[in-house]
């Protein structure tokens, strides 16, 4: 089974594509917006090489290593603004890791919230995913209030535990059961 779709109040959550790269150069071009998040600044070729590789994506969490990246598209206009990431990390223990990026001119207005939730809904009930887990960097605050909001549970702090841009990185892990969603 493959998510490739879902549809929220004002967002579709789908594959990447090649006409979004415009989209995406707006918040992975943005120093700020990229800061905590384990990639570099892209330029538009670095872009359209990650959309590349969103394609080559299954768009399953099948089995161990499987992942999925949806773009956030408004539906008003349909402008990619966002985009979650979701691997698995155990297929024995079910369970996969998240992450979103948003464009920073959205903040504030709740979307990263109605999408982050809609997938975290439907990946438990697609994949049969037992546990979901975010891994966020100390010096990000809006994510880990975002994590929060979801409902996902402070279970640790690591300290120096990434290795990210020239620096020992420390992070939180957050979590929610699938029971917990």
Same mark, same amino acid.
């Given at each position: 089974?493959?998510?490739?779709?879902?549809?929220?109040?004002?967002? =579709?959550?789908?594959?990447?594509?090649?006409?979004?790269?415009?989209?995406?150069?707006?918040?992975?071009?943005?120093?700020?917006?990229?800061?905590?998040?384990?990639?570099?600044?892209?330029?538009?070729?670095?872009?359209?090489?990650?959309?590349?590789?969103?394609?080559?994506? @299954?768009?399953?969490?099948?089995?161990?290593?499987?992942?999925?990246?949806?773009?956030?598209?408004?539906?008003?206009?349909?402008?990619?603004?966002?985009?979650?990431?979701?691997?698995? =990390? @155990?297929?024995?223990?079910?369970?996969?890791?998240?992450?979103?990026?948003?464009?920073?001119?959205?903040?504030?207005?709740?979307?990263?919230?109605?999408?982050?939730?809609?997938?975290?809904?439907? @990946?438990?009930?697609?994949?049969?995913?037992?546990?979901?887990?975010?891994?966020?960097?100390?010096?990000?605050?809006?994510?880990?209030?975002?994590?929060?909001?979801?409902?996902?549970?402070?279970?640790?702090?690591?300290?120096?535990?990434?290795?990210?841009?020239?620096?020992?990185?420390? @992070?939180?892990?957050?979590?929610?059961?699938?029971?917990?969603?």
């Amino acid at each position: 089974m493959s998510l490739e779709h879902l549809e929220t109040e004002r967002l =579709v959550l789908r594959r990447i594509e090649a006409q979004d790269a415009s989209n995406l150069l707006e918040y992975h071009g943005n120093a700020d917006v990229v800061r905590y998040i384990p990639w570099p600044q892209r330029n538009l070729d670095l872009v359209i090489a990650a959309i590349d590789d969103y394609q080559a994506l @299954s768009q399953s969490l099948d089995r161990a290593g499987a992942s999925l990246v949806l773009g956030w598209a408004l539906k008003s206009t349909g402008q990619v603004i966002g985009q979650s990431n979701m691997s698995v =990390v @155990s297929e024995t223990n079910r369970t996969a890791d998240l992450g979103w990026v948003l464009h920073p001119g959205f903040g504030g207005q709740g979307y990263a919230h109605e999408a982050t939730e809609a997938l975290l809904r439907a @990946s438990f009930a697609a994949f049969g995913l037992h546990r979901v887990v975010a891994s966020i960097d100390t010096r990000n605050g809006p994510s880990a209030r975002l994590a929060e909001k979801l409902g996902m549970r402070l279970e640790g702090e690591l300290k120096a535990a990434v290795w990210t841009k020239g620096e020992w990185c420390d @992070s939180w892990l957050y979590a929610i059961l699938e029971s917990e969603c």
